[in-house]
């Protein structure tokens, strides 16, 4: 079984910056493709990134390309979404997800963490 916690969520202002971690409790973290997802009230949830068990693929929202950055630290069992020029909408519950041990970044994600709130506001 895989665990995932999220972390780093809060209030920030419209353009300013945050960073969520993802700690994954697996015995091999660089097996797993790691996700980003979002959910806004009313709103469907959304894929925001996601990177490949190496890391050496990431993708992106539209909506968020250049503004957000993923990576990944397999040592310590966190992935990152580090989030800059934040906008309102933005806001969103943020929730980091694993497919299948060797799944990637398209695979049906079957572990969820419980998700981090994340607020822009003035």
């Known amino acids: 079984q895989l665990q995932l916690v999220e972390s780093g969520g809060g209030l920030v202002q419209p353009g300013g910056s945050l960073r969520l971690s993802c700690a994954v409790r697996?015995?091999?973290?660089?097996?797993?493709?790691i996700g980003w997802f979002r959910q806004a009230p009313g709103k469907e949830r959304e894929g925001v990134s996601c990177?490949?068990?190496?890391?050496?693929?990431?993708k992106y929202a539209d909506s968020v390309k250049g503004r957000f950055t993923i990576s990944r630290e397999n040592a310590k069992n966190i992935v990152y979404l580090q989030m800059n020029n934040l906008k309102p909408e933005d806001a969103a519950v943020y929730y980091c997800a694993a497919p299948r041990r060797w799944g990637d970044c398209e695979d049906r994600y079957d572990y969820w963490g419980q998700g981090t709130q994340v607020t822009v506001s003035s």
């Open positions: 697996a015995f091999r973290l660089g097996d797993y493709a």
């Open positions: 990177i490949s068990s190496s890391g050496d693929s990431t």
